[in-house]
């Protein structure tokens, strides 16, 4: 017990929250006759408010996965995808072209959303010059790549990492510049604008997962294109 | 004496064994230090994110490196081989709660770091490499370190006073507040993204891709607990212990609270622990350099 009083008194003189038995010799001691309630209940009431706190927030967040906007289907964005102009479309900035692209009845949910990320996008148009084409899409590329990696918060390491695999790879393979932002752009036509937004930290696979099957069925369809250009 | 018959009732210090102490700083220690070597060492892990996560797992290899020294310290006090009031050795007790202080504030910084750059990096993609260039990173955490150290001496020498230790909490709860307010708004975004990828046509379509969003959801909700979780309950019990100290240092009740120090103190410590895998371990460009630095044989071709 005089070892523990000498530890607590060395410590608590620097540092008063090690032990706190120390405040017990100066003054008088705590009396623990007529507890009305169970001597641990603050430690108790702590514990279970802070599990009562955690399970609170975990049901919040997958109440608020099941909230949303039904799916709509639009016949006509069909079409807008499959512009021979495609490939040039969100470099070039078109104005007209991004709005008829972007706009569309089904994203009225974040439509504000979408729309501030139109104007982001023509505002970091306007400062690239013609030849930072090229430096600009390597940066999207590698930023890609690095927001991928933020995806991969979750356990789904193999499907999420396996979507690098693709772009790099798409990019590699492409030799002149076009061509290059032509692959490139081809992750990031319309509905894979949703890409350039890397998704969330939380490892949303479907986020990479479904777009990617979107992906592959243009993929074709730009090939296509780029390779008549 | 006297006094036993009140100690009859009390409420006994918890103890928690030395060897779990060391165990939980030794363990924590490697890992964070295994994080730092590895960004600093690999080229290709030199971008804000992972720089934020290095002065993360510095933090915290101070913190385990401080404690298991403390530690260290009351064994050897303890089997009498070291003066308990010697100058020297009060003197090294400053420095350590000091350096305690220091990652404990430091840390939370980190943290909040971390969710602003996520926050950057999905809110304004498009402009993520002008927002967040290297320089800034380096100056904020020049500014995240010269802080921490600055509160860090003012908090062990003016500890007495109450109002440091309100800004202590107050810090505490603010930091809370808006790393919780920002991954939930990212959160949110993503699930607004998550169902117009959906609604997109050829998205969405079968049941099967339903299940895989649902699926992918219940792992983002799960993910996002598991980080705040971590975070409030081994950081939590700890404060609730300086808040006690500083409103009712006499109540029986808030005794029976203080006795478990030793317990929230480990848990303090194994939150050490768990920051790696929730933060560093889940990135697979840090998982595939540590596979490359561990298990490559050929060093100068490794890195």
């Known amino acids: 017990m005089s070892d523990f009083h000498n530890r607590s008194q060395v410590s608590a003189r620097r540092s008063d929250y090690v032990w706190q038995y120390e405040y017990y010799e100066d003054e008088e001691p705590v009396s623990f006759e007529g507890l009305k309630a169970h001597r641990y209940s603050i430690v108790i009431g702590f514990w279970v408010g802070l599990a009562v706190f955690v ?26 995808r499959h512009r021979p102009e495609g490939c040039l479309v969100d470099i070039n900035g078109h104005q007209d072209d991004n709005d008829k692209a972007f706009s569309r009845p089904l994203l009225e949910g974040s439509r504000s959303y979408f729309n501030f990320y139109i104007s982001e996008e023509d505002q970091a148009h306007e400062k690239q010059k013609p030849e930072d084409k090229m430096s600009s899409a390597k940066d999207k590329a590698e930023r890609l790549q690095r927001s991928a990696e933020i995806d991969e918060m979750d356990e789904d390491v193999e499907e999420s990492g396996g979507q690098h695999q693709p772009l790099s790879g798409l990019i590699e393979k492409s030799k002149s510049d076009r061509d290059r932002e032509c692959a490139f752009l081809s992750h990031f036509s319309i509905p894979n604008f949703v890409n350039l937004d890397p998704g969330s930290t939380l490892g949303e696979d479907d986020l990479l997962y479904e777009p990617s099957v979107i992906l592959e069925r243009q993929s074709q369809a730009h090939n296509g294109h780029c390779d008549t250009h | 004496p006297n006094t036993s018959t009140a100690f009859r009732l009390s409420c006994p210090e918890v103890k928690v064994p030395f060897p779990v102490f060391f165990t939980v700083g030794i363990v924590s220690l490697a890992e964070n230090l295994l994080v730092v070597v590895a960004v600093m060492r690999s080229r290709n892990l030199h971008s804000p994110m992972y720089c934020f996560m290095c002065s993360l797992a510095a933090f915290n290899t101070i913190a385990s490196v401080t404690k298991t020294w403390e530690n260290l310290m009351i064994v050897l006090a303890d089997a009498g081989h070291l003066e308990r009031r010697g100058p020297p050795e009060t003197d090294l007790d400053d420095v350590m709660d000091s350096l305690l202080c220091m990652s404990f504030v430091g840390s939370i910084s980190s943290f909040l770091a971390i969710a602003v750059d996520r926050y950057i990096t999905i809110f304004h993609a498009l402009r993520y490499h002008n927002i967040m260039t290297m320089q800034r990173t380096a100056a904020i955490l020049g500014l995240i370190w010269t802080l921490c150290a600055v509160l860090a001496v003012l908090m062990v020498k003016f500890f007495n006073f109450k109002f440091i230790m309100i800004c202590f909490i107050v810090f505490f709860v603010v930091s809370l507040a808006a790393i919780c307010f920002l991954y939930v708004y990212m959160f949110m975004m993503a699930r607004i993204h998550a169902k117009n990828i959906a609604a997109l046509p050829g998205g969405g379509r079968d049941k099967s891709q339903h299940q895989r969003r649902w699926g992918s959801n219940m792992r983002g909700a799960l993910t996002l607990t598991i980080l705040f979780g971590a975070f409030v309950v081994c950081w939590a019990p700890f404060f609730v212990h300086l808040v006690i100290i500083t409103v009712c240092p006499m109540n029986p009740y808030c005794e029976c609270y203080r006795s478990l120090f030793e317990l929230h103190v480990v848990l303090m410590m194994s939150h050490a622990l768990i920051d790696p895998a929730i933060y560093a371990f889940r990135m697979a460009e840090l998982r595939h350099t540590f596979r490359k630095m561990l298990f490559c044989s050929d060093w100068k071709f490794c890195l």
Do not use: R, W, Y
């Not at chain 1, 399970?55 to 016949?75: C, D, R, S, W, Y």
């Open chain 1, 55 to 80: 399970i609170f927030m975990f049901f919040v967040l997958t109440l608020l996965t099941k909230t949303g906007a039904p799916h709509q289907e639009n016949p006509d964005s069909g079409e807008k």
